[in-house]
């Protein structure tokens, strides 16, 4: 934990407020598990690297609103803002770059390498099992809708065309479908 | 390996290193620049202290777990009120949307603001020009928190929003719209060409390289953008309001000309003005009426309106209307059918009409030529 290593998160994001290098050493701490959350959700490593950058760039541009709560209220706080970021990712199904583009930060493109890492940490098996018997429990446009986002990979205008909707119904559909999905993973 | 030791092989990633570089980047420029100031401070405690008091609720109900419920203040209606951001899901933002536009605060239903989405079986070809209308965006009203006095109009899409994604065949698009209907299209093919395609309300369409963009080669060196995303983030953030974009205003096709002209010959006004765009049916309901959209694909169908200024005083005197007030606002529309431009419903009005809501093209002299 560097020289950082005995302060608790809270004091570091506190102190980050005039020292934003401190948010550096939080970063450490708090980077792995944050992916991981993310990843675990949305089972897809660029967009979980999208939503991880995201949130740490509006954590650091709104670090001075938070207040020491006690122990484990800098995870609460970081986590609250990830929740909130994965909301409106699933409603949206596009990663908002408003925190990012207001610090100047880019987006970075995850290489393959990263991309294997960041997968291993799906136990696709136990996964798996669990989405087939989740997926089957939806409705059937949505299912549908998924079929054709996730397992086929098209872009929401192609969605549209097949299933004879909007865009904004396609996204809709898949939205849902996936909100459903992941109240019965998390269930 | 064991799930924590793959966890913690996270911040090992190439990624964690360019992020880390990232925030280290902004925090050495913010203690070379910035000194905090005592006004700054006090506004971040009082907005921090907020903030705590929401995410204090989120701690105390479990930590990462946020809380299901907000509590909305109510207007008399019994309809809640609030900013969606605060709210837990989509399912529990209020009943009507804190919005702000034209500088002035205000709520828009989010009924109106959400849907209701089409949930018909679309045709194919009709996709395309369904989205494009909604780039081009419509005005929903904006009202005080009391939902009931309107203090103006809030507008979904439009110029500045943007839809896109990634397609099957590994390219990258985005779609916004320009204040004269335009849709603009960048694209970034799987091998790195980015092209971008206007597609014109008469549904002409020309694509060029970004290197031959002529908006694009219009900006000097300094200020053109280079990559795909810096050319989107330009077409639909600097664009609209940038002399560079060439997209003109459009002319009225000659079939819609002859149209109006009819209409406004018939109305008793042949030099009459006219402004037009091509949009859902269920926009003209303000004029039209509710009535005519007896079921959602006649609602979601596209139309071409037309709206014609003139003196009508003959026509709207038959009609009823007093002849200073139909010689002050005489206006008349048409909705025509998008493909076979056949007249499918057309009315006459003496009270003014509110061209807030819409972004109309024209105006046309009618008559001239």
Same mark, same amino acid.
């Given at each position: 934990?560097?020289?950082?290593?005995?302060?608790?998160?809270?004091?570091?994001?506190?102190?980050?407020?005039?020292?934003?290098?401190?948010?550096?050493?939080?970063?450490?701490?708090?980077?792995?598990?944050?992916?991981?959350?993310?990843?675990?959700? $949305?089972?897809?490593?660029?967009?979980?690297?999208?939503? $991880?950058?995201?949130?740490?760039?509006?954590?650091?541009?709104?670090?001075? /609103?938070?207040?020491?709560?006690? @122990?484990?209220?800098?995870?609460?706080?970081?986590?609250?803002?990830?929740?909130?970021?994965?909301?409106?990712?699933?409603?949206?199904?596009?990663?908002?770059?408003?925190?990012?583009?207001?610090?100047?930060?880019? /987006?970075?493109?995850?290489?393959?390498?990263?991309?294997?890492?960041? @997968?291993?940490?799906?136990?696709?098996?136990?996964?798996? /099992?669990?989405?087939?018997?989740?997926?089957?429990?939806?409705?059937?446009?949505?299912?549908?809708?998924?079929?054709? /986002?996730?397992?086929?990979?098209?872009?929401?205008? @192609?969605?549209?065309?097949?299933?004879?909707?909007? @865009?904004? $119904?396609?996204?809709?559909?898949?939205?849902?479908?996936?909100?459903?999905?992941?109240?019965?993973?998390?269930? | 390996?064991?799930?924590?030791?793959?966890?913690?092989?996270?911040?090992?990633?190439? %990624?964690?290193?360019?992020?880390?570089?990232?925030?280290?980047?902004?925090?050495?420029? +913010?203690?070379?620049?910035?000194?905090?100031?005592?006004?700054?401070?006090?506004?971040?405690?009082?907005?921090?202290?907020?903030?705590?008091?929401?995410?204090?609720? +989120?701690?105390?109900?479990?930590?990462?777990? !946020?809380?299901?419920?907000?509590?909305?203040?109510?207007?008399?209606?019994?309809?809640?009120?609030?900013?969606?951001?605060?709210?837990?899901?989509?399912?529990?933002?209020?009943?009507?949307?804190?919005?702000?536009?034209?500088?002035?605060?205000?709520?828009?239903?989010?009924?109106?603001?959400?849907?209701?989405?089409?949930?018909?079986?679309?045709? !194919?070809?009709?996709?395309?020009?369904?989205?494009? *209308?909604?780039?081009?965006?419509?005005?929903?009203?904006?009202?005080?928190?009391?939902?009931?006095?309107?203090?103006?109009?809030?507008?979904?899409?439009? !110029?500045?929003?943007?839809?896109?994604?990634?397609?099957?065949?590994?390219?990258?698009?985005?779609?916004?719209?320009?204040?004269?209907?335009?849709?603009?299209?960048?694209?970034?093919?799987?091998?790195?060409?980015?092209?971008?395609?206007?597609?014109?309300?008469?549904?002409?369409?020309?694509?060029?390289?970004?290197?031959?963009?002529?908006?694009?080669?219009?900006?000097?060196?300094?200020?053109? !953008? +280079?990559?795909?995303?810096?050319?989107?983030?330009? %077409?639909?953030?600097?664009?609209?309001?940038?002399?560079?974009?060439?997209?003109?205003?459009?002319?009225?096709?000659?079939?819609?000309?002859?149209?109006?002209?009819?209409?406004?010959?018939?109305?008793?006004?042949?030099?009459?003005?006219?402004?037009?765009?091509?949009?859902?049916?269920?926009?003209?309901?303000? %004029?039209?009426?509710?009535?005519?959209?007896?079921?959602?694909?006649?609602?979601?169908?596209?139309?071409?309106?037309?709206?014609?200024?003139?003196?009508?005083?003959?026509?709207?005197?038959?009609?009823?209307?007093?002849?200073?007030? *139909?010689?002050?606002?005489?206006?008349?529309?048409?909705?025509?059918?998008?493909?076979?431009?056949?007249?499918?419903?057309?009315?006459?009005?003496?009270?003014?009409?509110?061209?807030?809501?819409?972004?109309?093209?024209?105006?046309?002299?009618?008559?001239?030529?």
């Amino acid at each position: 934990m560097g020289e950082q290593g005995g302060r608790r998160d809270e004091e570091l994001l506190v102190a980050s407020g005039r020292r934003p290098d401190r948010f550096v050493a939080l970063y450490d701490r708090m980077l792995p598990g944050l992916l991981a959350y993310f990843v675990r959700r $949305t089972l897809d490593a660029q967009v979980a690297a999208d939503l $991880t950058a995201e949130t740490l760039a509006e954590a650091y541009a709104s670090r001075r /609103r938070f207040r020491d709560r006690g @122990e484990g209220s800098a995870s609460a706080w970081l986590y609250a803002i990830a929740a909130h970021k994965l909301a409106r990712y699933l409603r949206r199904l596009r990663v908002e770059d408003a925190a990012r583009s207001r610090l100047g930060m880019e /987006r970075i493109e995850l290489g393959v390498d990263d991309v294997e890492r960041i @997968e291993a940490l799906i136990d696709f098996e136990h996964v798996g /099992r669990e989405v087939r018997d989740a997926f089957d429990a939806l409705r059937q446009d949505q299912r549908e809708a998924l079929r054709l /986002r996730v397992i086929e990979g098209r872009s929401y205008r @192609e969605m549209a065309k097949e299933l004879g909707c909007s @865009e904004e $119904t396609a996204r809709a559909r898949v939205s849902r479908g996936l909100r459903r999905l992941a109240a019965q993973l998390d269930g | 390996m064991q799930r924590e030791d793959r966890e913690r092989e996270l911040g090992e990633t190439q %990624f964690a290193r360019e992020l880390r570089g990232q925030l280290e980047t902004q925090a050495s420029s +913010v203690a070379r620049a910035r000194q905090p100031r005592r006004s700054r401070l006090v506004v971040a405690l009082v907005v921090g202290i907020a903030v705590a008091i929401v995410l204090g609720g +989120v701690a105390l109900a479990g930590g990462l777990e !946020p809380l299901r419920k907000t509590i909305w203040p109510t207007n008399e209606q019994g309809h809640t009120y609030g900013k969606a951001p605060l709210a837990k899901s989509v399912e529990d933002e209020p009943d009507l949307i804190a919005v702000a536009s034209d500088g002035k605060k205000g709520y828009c239903y989010k009924t109106d603001l959400y849907g209701p989405a089409p949930s018909f079986r679309m045709p !194919p070809g009709e996709v395309s020009d369904y989205n494009a *209308a909604g780039l081009r965006g419509h005005a929903v009203p904006k009202y005080e928190s009391d939902g009931t006095t309107q203090i103006g109009v809030f507008w979904l899409g439009g !110029p500045g929003s943007a839809g896109g994604g990634k397609s099957g065949d590994g390219s990258e698009y985005e779609d916004t719209a320009d204040a004269h209907g335009t849709i603009i299209t960048t694209k970034k093919a799987a091998d790195g060409a980015i092209t971008i395609t206007r597609e014109a309300l008469d549904g002409s369409t020309t694509t060029n390289a970004a290197a031959d963009d002529p908006s694009l080669l219009r900006l000097s060196k300094a200020e053109r !953008p +280079v990559t795909w995303r810096e050319i989107t983030l330009w %077409f639909r953030d600097v664009g609209p309001t940038h002399p560079a974009l060439t997209s003109s205003e459009p002319v009225a096709p000659d079939w819609l000309v002859e149209r109006m002209s009819a209409a406004a010959r018939e109305a008793g006004d042949p030099k009459a003005t006219a402004r037009w765009t091509l949009q859902y049916r269920r926009c003209a309901a303000p %004029f039209e009426g509710e009535a005519a959209l007896a079921s959602e694909e006649v609602e979601y169908s596209l139309v071409w309106i037309a709206i014609l200024h003139g003196d009508f005083t003959r026509q709207l005197t038959s009609a009823g209307a007093s002849p200073a007030a *139909a010689g002050s606002y005489g206006w008349i529309y048409l909705l025509l059918d998008k493909d076979s431009h056949e007249v499918i419903s057309e009315g006459a009005s003496a009270t003014p009409f509110d061209t807030s809501l819409f972004r109309l093209q024209g105006r046309t002299a009618l008559g001239e030529k």
